[in-house]
């Protein structure tokens, strides 16, 4: 036996290891915060565009004949305006010979634009009555209106009838729309008309009470004399007929230049300004009304004198002509503009981010799909090419072997590990390197060893190095050409080295992948490490064996000719995923890697989600780093560029590009519950989880596993599958960010003991 003793003292200092696990451990939280506001972000942009695009809950709509005993007979058989002076509702009628044109549930990108053009070639005014979730999304459709001398109200944020709303909810649908205002054209507006309503005298008991709140806060509610019905689409004619009020009576009339197709309206409104100019009337606002009334109050006029003479326009109030600010428009300023602003910025980032989003699923919905067809149709096919019963790799291996086992504070697990060795079929020597540990891991492999009667085990300690040195140490210490590489944390079954290692009957294999399991299997998280490495890892790699592309040979359970591994150079300390780096250095030095699914290993999963995170943040580090370190093999020619043009591909779709963006399944499944169609979505969802599961079944059924651990597959996909979304999103932040992660002991139980009976 080699042994090399560390210096002893009363305090140990801290290894290199452990000083740098450390110091990468204090730069990793920033990367975490940051990866996790950009999950916030997501969301939050998610959320916002959802609202924007849908009522949220609570959208009964007011049932006719609803008793309207609380509301005064002044209100229902009023004019359409109505306003409150000292607590006291008052009403307001459309002069004779007067029009004030209104526009409902705007602005639209297709439409408004068309009625403004319409109302500027015919100078006239209007009012719109827009939705606040809309004028976000096309703030500059609004700017123009009201440059153009327009008026506009408020329609609620998302056409929620307010009817049955609490307080909190109404106030959040009118400040939303004056923020909206302000940040789309500088302004706030005190006219209101609520969605769903009608004439005065449809008021009942259930409205009442909110135009009495919103009028004490200053806002005056618009209701129509006249509906053109356009939202029905009856036809030009009956449209510019049915908004035309009786007799020389003045009118609120109400048109609609969004929520539907309104081409109709569109050819109507010429037609019907032309009729009604013709029969000597005015156009004016709902301000040029009110201020109409009280000129004609001062005046000691009658009310419902005409407000203009002739076919002249009356904006805000001005007879003369002469354009001004309307009158319910208050200029925004302060904290209510930069508000407006923020918001009306914040809708488009949505605005490009959710289209965008969009394509993605797209594209990751066919990726994932497609990964999973490949996987079925060759997992299928490799595992018949290697039952056949003519299938072999050559004349059976009987030469022994070296099972190297680096080992760093292994003292729960080391004994158990020789124990399965002591059990194996295959002549075999052991060479356990204790890379530095502090709790006697060497001492536990000798007294095992003596225990096990085991002569043909070798303990080497060496000063903490790190695993890739550990390994090298042991490769260089080796008696025999085919070296078997496994963790302190893991157990062979007594015939997986002999099953391993007979690929290299075939002089072409330099590596062998055997067949990780999860020992630790009865608990929640193990149960959720098992079902990926039965699916995720193992039918992986029967497709990449099938396409000469396998990316790592897993750690746990590996093995290689002794002149492959020195020919490439070792195992690198140039990643943290040495596996997988020196897995890609055997296919570009020309060497076949290969996968032997009988060999198997069963190893001891991390136990708590902080072990998992460490484990598969460091993993998939690695893996960004070793395709990086061999990004040449692109343009290579020969073996090394046949891998880097199948290989590297695959491997960075279906283990970078599709799991970052896999998420989107996810988002894009709970934005469409919550804001589209919650049924379709949830069908949707099960569909995806129902193809997963047939894979997983599949996968399972090669691997001879019992089928009851799919029962955990549901729960697996919501809080499982989340975690490792954002361990990947961590790592490609770190990898944006030029950060550097050492290698992290995890903590072992040693419950994973001989595998015998375990299936």
Not at 159 to 165: A, G, I, K
Request: hydrophobic residues 40%.
């Amino acid at each position: 036996m080699t042994t090399t003793t560390p210096s002893r003292g009363r305090r140990r200092a801290p290894t290199r290891i452990e000083r740098a696990a450390g110091k990468a451990a204090a730069l990793q939280k920033p990367r975490v915060i940051l990866a996790l506001l950009l999950l916030l972000g997501l969301t939050s942009v998610m959320l916002l565009d959802g609202y924007l695009r849908a009522e949220v809950g609570g959208d009964e709509r007011v049932r006719d004949g609803a008793s309207s005993s609380k509301v005064p007979d002044k209100i229902l058989n009023g004019g359409p305006i109505i306003s409150f002076r000292g607590g006291q509702a008052t009403t307001t009628s459309v002069p004779a010979k007067t029009i004030a044109l209104t526009f409902d549930d705007g602005p639209n990108p297709t439409y408004t634009p068309q009625v403004l053009k319409i109302l500027e070639k015919y100078d006239v005014p209007a009012t719109f009555f827009l939705v606040g979730s809309m004028v976000s999304r096309y703030p500059g459709i609004v700017k123009d209106m009201v440059d153009q001398g327009n008026e506009v109200g408020i329609h609620t944020f998302t056409h929620v009838d307010l009817s049955y709303q609490s307080d909190a909810r109404i106030r959040r649908e009118m400040t939303q729309t004056q923020l909206a205002l302000a940040g789309a054209a500088g302004i706030t507006t005190t006219l209101f008309r609520a969605p769903y309503s009608s004439e005065t005298d449809a008021i009942d008991n259930y409205s009442w009470p909110v135009y009495e709140k919103l009028g004490e806060e200053g806002y005056t509610s618009v209701f129509v004399d006249t509906d053109s019905d356009d939202w029905k689409k009856p036809g030009v004619s009956k449209i510019v007929k049915w908004a035309m009020p009786s007799g020389t009576s003045g009118a609120s009339v109400l048109m609609h230049d969004a929520g539907g197709d309104r081409e109709q309206t569109i050819k109507a409104l010429p037609e019907y300004i032309e009729k009604m100019r013709a029969k000597g009337y005015t156009f004016t606002t709902i301000s040029g009304v009110i201020e109409a009334q009280n000129t004609a109050a001062r005046a000691g006029q009658q009310t419902n004198a005409p407000a203009g003479t002739g076919g002249g326009q009356l904006r805000g109030g001005d007879q003369n002509g002469t354009d001004r600010l309307q009158a319910a428009h208050r200029e925004a300023t302060g904290t209510t503009l930069y508000e407006g602003k923020a918001l009306v910025m914040a809708v488009a980032v949505a605005e490009y981010t959710v289209p965008t989003l969009s394509v993605g699923l797209v594209i990751v919905g066919v990726a994932v799909m497609g990964r999973f067809g490949m996987m079925l149709i060759l997992a299928r096919r490799h595992y018949r090419l290697r039952n056949k019963r003519r299938f072999s790799w050559g004349p059976t291996v009987t030469m022994p072997v070296t099972v190297i086992v680096p080992a760093y504070n292994e003292k729960e697990c080391i004994a158990n590990t020789l124990e399965s060795l002591a059990k194996s079929t295959h002549p075999i020597e052991v060479i356990v390197v204790d890379d530095g540990s502090s709790d006697g891991t060497s001492e536990i492999a000798r007294e095992a060893a003596r225990t096990l009667g085991m002569t043909n085990v070798r303990v080497i300690r060496q000063e903490n190095a790190g695993k890739p040195a550990a390994l090298n140490n042991g490769v260089r210490s080796a008696s025999h050409d085919i070296v078997v590489m496994m963790d302190g944390d893991t157990v062979f079954e007594p015939d997986t080295v002999r099953r391993l290692v007979q690929p290299f009957a075939n002089p072409e294999v330099g590596a062998v992948a055997g067949n990780a399991k999860v020992g630790n299997r009865d608990t929640v998280i193990g149960a959720w490490q098992h079902i990926e490495y039965v699916m995720g890892f193992n039918l992986d790699r029967r497709m990449y064996d099938l396409l000469r592309c396998m990316p790592t040979i897993p750690g746990a359970i590996g093995a290689f000719r002794r002149e492959a591994v020195l020919q490439v150079g070792g195992m690198s300390e140039d990643t943290l995923a040495e596996d997988t780096d020196i897995t890609i250095a055997m296919h570009r030095a020309g060497w076949r890697v290969v996968y032997q699914e009988h060999a198997r290993a069963w190893t001891e999963a991390p136990g708590s989600l902080k072990q998992l995170w460490s484990q598969r943040y460091r993993w998939s580090y690695g893996t960004m780093q070793a395709l990086w370190k061999h990004r040449k093999s692109l343009t290579d020619k020969g073996p090394s560029g046949r891998f880097g043009r199948v290989g590297m591909p695959l491997v960075v779709i279906f283990q970078i590009v599709t799991p970052v963006f896999a998420p989107l399944i996810d988002v894009f499944t709970a934005y469409s519950m919550v804001f589209v169609d919650f049924r379709a979505a949830l069908y949707a969802w099960l569909a995806v989880l129902g193809v997963q599961l047939v894979c997983a079944a599949y996968a399972f059924k090669l691997d001879k596993e019992k089928y009851r651990y799919l029962l955990m597959m549901p729960l697996q996909q919501l809080a499982y599958r989340q975690m490792m979304y954002l361990v990947l999103i961590h790592s490609c932040i770190t990898a944006l960010t030029g950060g550097r992660l050492r290698w992290q002991k995890l903590k072992r139980t040693g419950e994973v003991g001989t595998p015998a009976g375990v299936g």
